[in-house]
């Protein structure tokens, strides 16, 4: 018998009311629930694969590593619901109505007519919701990156942008200017007919301002919940069964038990397949509650991610990385973050995990071929104990296939510094610069000979040109000794 105490009840919070489930279905995903099971359909279904981002909404957590509550822009149709045991989620219901009042976020984009058919508008709202929550006064790159998600076919985004930037940290009397506090007709881009017109369109005075003082509080019973151990959960409907283990033990024990069951954690590979292709997975083990799989250790020659962070949380990681280290020790850390600039959308990468992305072994993924050429060090786990491999094309064995064995967790990756003379540099050619997987892409390192031009190392590696990761061994021997010039490169 299990030793470990199992609960079947999940707790979480919709727009501030507390929701109970004694009977979660593993399959049900938020966004069905919440059209129609809560009744609030303002979240839209536009693609149920996480392509559109009409279905945004913004998922609250306590974090126990940082101490503190986090709030992210999710996909509400990739999310199951048994993944928000002790969560708070927000829809656009939540933050406000024409009943009542609207949000700041609601009646600019309202007034800059940046809503026509309004399909797109709740999830774009949302997005900008979450930004605002975590940074009150965005900048336009910040809230670029924010709407690179949500899709719209009406608007040609200008008004939405036009509306959202009235939140920069800049003067709202005029939507054109250059952010000096000047009227863009004051300014050198007057002469700027697209300019004028939109200036024209509508006007920001007396708009309602941001109050952050109005938003929902996270729930202190959550607060209280996100402090206690954790206890395993388990859930079981009609052709799915649940478990969140209750610790990294319980989740090793777990694993041998059911070897075959995956362990989800953001559900952006398995969830597109189980939602437009059918699949199902008659048992599911959830590993977003468990510590070790989110921490992140700074070491002397590289920094340890745990593998389920978040591709969002990678980032910041790496963005620090670069700012503390340096451009010559950061060389690997800048590559992946210009990558990372351009994979999925901000939602995704919110959900998404490092370790997922290695895992799922789909060569169009982008973080694989960097990973490998800067030799990264895989950490695994399972009931015979840890090992470690250097991950290289040989770690990938099929499309979708690992050389990990079935009952073993991928527990962390170490990300090295890059050393003196050391380059990298990553490539992906996709049909658009972002939010579009990559038809092809590459990690490249090249280690010069100290002082000099000669390749002393070099290590190419491709994705998305066959059904697994791919080592150009040949040019990368053939290459070696020889010197960096403009012969060798054409
Ligand atoms: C709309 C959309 C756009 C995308 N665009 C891009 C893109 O441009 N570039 C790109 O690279 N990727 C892209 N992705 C893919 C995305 O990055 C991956 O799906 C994601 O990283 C997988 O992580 P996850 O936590 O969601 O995995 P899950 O779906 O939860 O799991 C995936 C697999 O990994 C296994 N697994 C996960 N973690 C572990 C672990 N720690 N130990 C053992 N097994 C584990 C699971 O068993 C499962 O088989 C996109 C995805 C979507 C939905
Ligand atoms: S419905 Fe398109 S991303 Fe969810
Ligand atoms: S307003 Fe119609 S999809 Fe954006």
Known sequence: MSSVSVNSELVFYINGKKIVEKNADPEEMLLAYLRRKVGLTGTKYGCGGGGCGACTVMVSRYDPIQETVLHWSVIACLQPICSLHGAAVVTVEGIG???????????RIAKAHGSQCGFCTPGMVMSMYTLLRNNPQPTMEDIRETLGGNLCRCTGYRPIIDGFKTFCNTPISCQNGDGNGKCCMENSNSHNNESIISGELFSMDNVLPLDPTQDLIFPPELLIMGKKKAERLSFHGEKVRWISPADLKDLIKLKSEYPNAPLLIGNTTIGPKVNLKGTVHPLVIYGGSIPELRTIKWRNNGVTVGAGCSLSVLKDVLLQGIEELGPEKSRVYQALVQTLQSLASKQIRNMATIGGNILSANPKYDLSSILAAAECTLYIVSNDGAREICLSEEFFTDFGKTALRPDEILLAIEIPHS?????????????????????????????????????????IFYGGVGPTLVKARLTCKELM???WDEKLLV
């Open 481 to 483: 000794g020889s010197k």
């Open 97 to 107: 109505s024409t009943k009542t009042k609207l949000h700041p976020v609601q009646e």
């Open 419 to 459: 050393r003196p003379w050391e380059f990298v540099s990553a490539f992906r050619q996709a049909q658009r610069r972002e939010f579009a997987f990559s038809i092809v892409n590459s990690g490249m390192k090249v280690a010069f000979r100290h002082d000099s031009n000669v390749v002393e190392n070099l290590d």
